[in-house]
């Protein structure tokens, strides 16, 4: 929860959109906010603040919650099996065959599902 027009909190709700992680805002100050930082047992926390199950980030921004969650983390292993199933043509029965054009064809459009995040009413 934040404030709608603040461009840091702004920045926040951004990278949890872009990262597809669900979430919901609240701006401070509505009842809803109220509840949950009551129920999180952090009324007086510095805003923004992001309660991830038991956890309360107060006062975080894009940075330090990328830390907390441990996203700079370096991979364990150093090469990894990886198998695309249904990606695209190489995963489609059906054969294609390269045709020669001027221009390259646009890509078949995709339907993509983001998580947005829920405007109080």
Partial sequence: MGQRLEPEHHRLRD?????????????????????????AGARDAELPVVVDGDAVHAGVDVQSLAE???????????????????????GSPRRYTA????????????TCRVARPATPR
Wanted: hydrophobic share 40%; charged share 20%.
């Fill in 15 to 39: 990278f949890l959109t872009r990262a597809a992680q669900p979430h919901e805002f609240y701006e401070a100050g509505s009842p809803q906010a109220e509840a949950v930082l009551a129920k």
């Fill in 68 to 90: 907390a969650w441990n996203v700079y983390s370096r991979p364990a292993r150093t090469h990894y099996d990886l198998l695309i199933v249904g990606a695209g043509p190489a």
């Fill in 99 to 110: 045709r020669p054009t001027a221009f390259p064809r646009p890509l078949p459009r995709r």
